[in-house]
């Protein structure tokens, strides 16, 4: 099409100017919106700054949107004015084309060539857009612009993934370093007369949640959607041999973690991508067992589990952990693989606003998982092994619990919950009902709540769960970030579990105060074997008002003596069974050194096994002046 030639609307334009038309028309709006006093002024100015210095003729408004400052809007608005002057001067208007320069046309050839490439690593097998019908077209997922700030910083950041590990924050230096070679903008210098970088892409990214901001002095790390996106760009990279040569190494890796994020079904999965999910610092090989990777009770898996002579006497539970393993094991329930589904369970009571209770309903649905909404009486969230429709197989119809709960704290949540004691009585709870693998996860920031019972009292808290308590913790940006984090432990439980026969434990040998130590009996007698409670089990066993025993008031008693975790006191109450008994044994002793030995015999005792701890002297005096001193 041959060139239109647009006539300078006014002589006040600059002489070099590209498209005096376009900005006369954008200098009358500006002068109308400050003449206003409108906010829209801002947003001219940088419009009209833009398209002043560009030095290429424009024909079509709609192609105005590559220029920092201008969008959609203003590009639509200019083309309607451009229509009215036309028809004002007797203008036929054109078919567009695109008249862009050659660098231009190769820049977009390039970006066409990335994004076929880019849709081919997505879309194998599936029928091109063009045949399916109009209304079952899906909303095209975003792809960062070839070789653009936000495409840079996506292949910075999954080399940092690939380095470091998927946890671990990244600064803007480090990110800017390795960004720019893959940028054609540079991310320190603004250019065409704006004050915007190609850093500025990084509000892109996080606005769709492709990246995880944390701190008052921002570092990033990316998202799992962020992640799919960046890997399948790094792929393409790889095979155009577009990469950096000192990258080439480490994007090599990337095949084989992609491969070890979705393995082929195989008998034995990576159970140390589990543990990722947690914490890399704390990632281990585990055992086949799901009941084995609590790490104080790998410690100590080859004690073996002895009743203790004193239950008889105090009438705890008379049934040997050993006996009900071999119950059990006997009653050969087992759910086969590939006869059931893994679902998610999310309390009810877990919403986001009073005004939106749906809200995470809504993202689970979105985003593909199988999730169910119930009162859960433990934990936030949870997983259940749920049979197939029409299974015959199964010898029982029921949900079997998957050994991994989740307990959601908010900040302030988490300092109430220290100050008023629930932690520690929540963390006895979990611990002793059944579940091996806790995991806190701690949700977002909020300063006034952390100075209010100090600094040093939540990071002692905090590193209580992960070190003495032997729980998993997370701590995630905000709340989107949590139903990330779940979607992405989900996947990897259902690739674990789907593909393992799962036993289960009759409901009759469900004991709310023993089942911790049947289930650790179960994994030292039958290693290799997933053991599980039903649905009913679980409410069995970890219902207040349903559990509730003598034992379970004195733990709770011995719980509010500083020092004292759920694991020492559970010591104390296995050996001693009830207050009134623990009160007789030690003061059936003359000297306070007796009754020292005593309190610590307890930790020493042949009974001791996973969830014994040894009580130290200095705690054993402190224990001693609580319950039998006038005054503390």
Not at 317 to 328: F, H, M, S, V, Y
Not at 343 to 368: V, W
Not at 506 to 535: Q, R, W
Not at 605 to 625: E, T, V
Request: glycine share 4%; aromatic share 8%.
């Amino acid at each position: 099409m041959p060139n239109l030639k647009m006539p300078r609307a006014s002589d006040s334009e600059p002489e070099d100017c590209a498209n005096p038309l376009f900005l006369s028309w954008l200098k009358e709006w500006l002068v109308d919106a400050r003449r206003r006093n409108l906010k829209t002024q801002y947003t001219l100015k940088k419009a009209y700054e833009s398209l002043k210095i560009y030095p290429l003729p424009i024909e079509n408004p709609l192609e105005t949107t590559q220029l920092n400052g201008i969008g959609q809007g203003i590009a639509e608005k200019l083309e309607k004015k451009l229509q009215s002057w036309r028809k004002a001067n007797n203008i036929q208007s054109p078919n567009y084309k695109n008249t862009r320069d050659q660098n231009k046309e190769l820049h977009t050839t390039s970006q066409k060539s990335f994004e076929d490439n880019m849709s081919d690593s997505q879309n194998q097998g599936v029928i091109p857009t063009s045949q399916q019908s109009k209304s079952n077209r899906q909303a095209r997922p975003y792809i960062p612009r070839y070789r653009s700030g936000a495409f840079a910083i996506l292949i910075a950041l999954l080399k940092f993934y690939i380095t470091d590990g998927p946890d671990t924050f990244i600064h803007k230096a480090e990110i800017i370093e390795n960004a720019q070679p893959y940028c054609d903008n540079s991310f320190e210098v603004s250019s065409n007369g704006t004050k915007y970088t190609a850093w500025n892409s990084m509000k892109t990214l996080d606005s769709k949640n492709l990246v995880y901001r944390q701190g008052v002095a921002a570092k990033y790390v990316l998202s799992e959607i962020g992640y799919d996106i960046a890997c399948q760009m790094a792929l393409v990279l790889r095979k155009s041999n577009e990469l950096q040569p000192e990258d080439a190494e480490v994007f090599s890796r990337l095949e084989n973690i992609q491969q070890s994020r979705n393995p082929k079904p195989k008998p034995q999965s990576d159970e140390d991508e589990i543990s990722r999910l947690y914490t890399d610092d704390e990632a281990e090989d585990q055992p086949n067992s799901a009941a084995n990777t609590n790490p104080e009770f790998n410690a100590t898996c080859n004690t073996s589990t002895h009743h203790s002579p004193s239950q008889d006497a105090h009438n705890i539970d008379k049934r040997d952990p050993k006996d009900l393993a071999q119950a059990t094991i006997s009653s050969n329930i087992v759910y086969k693989k590939g006869e059931f589904d893994i679902i998610l369970i999310m309390d009810n009571r877990e919403i986001r606003t009073k005004s939106d209770r749906t809200y995470m309903a809504r993202e689970f649905e979105k985003r593909g998982i199988k999730f169910d909404t119930r009162p859960l009486t433990v934990g936030d969230y949870l997983w259940v092994a749920q049979p197939k429709p029409g299974t015959r197989s199964l010898t029982s119809n029921k949900e079997l619990v998957i050994d991994y709960v989740i307990e959601r704290k908010r900040m302030d949540d988490l300092c109430s919950s220290i100050s008023d004691g629930r932690l520690k009585e929540q963390h006895f709870r979990l611990k002793n009902r059944g579940f091996d693998n806790v995991v806190y996860v701690i949700e977002g920031e909020n300063n006034d709540a952390v100075q209010k019972i100090g600094e040093k009292a939540v990071q002692t808290a905090m590193s209580r769960i992960q070190v003495i308590d032997g729980s998993y913790l997370k701590r995630t940006a905000s709340f989107d970030d949590t139903i990330s984090y779940l979607e992405r432990l989900t996947k990897r439980l259902t690739d674990k579990f789907e593909r393992l026969d799962l036993y289960v434990i009759p409901d009759h040998l469900v004991d709310p105060f023993s089942i911790s130590d049947l289930k650790g009996a179960l994994a030292m007698e039958y290693p290799g074997h997933n053991f599980c409670m039903t649905y009913d089990g679980y409410i069995k066993a970890t219902s207040k008002s349903g559990s509730i025993r003598l034992q379970d008031i004195f733990a709770k008693m011995l719980l509010t003596i500083r020092g004292v975790s759920a694991e020492k006191a559970y010591t104390i109450v296995q050996e001693y069974g009830t207050p009134h008994r623990f009160i007789k044994e030690i003061c059936n002793t003359s000297s306070e050194s007796e009754q020292l030995n005593k309190i610590r015999l307890a930790g020493n005792s042949s009974s001791a096994g996973p969830k014994y701890k040894k009580i130290g002297p200095a705690l054993a005096q402190k224990i001693r002046q609580v319950w039998f001193s006038d005054s503390y």
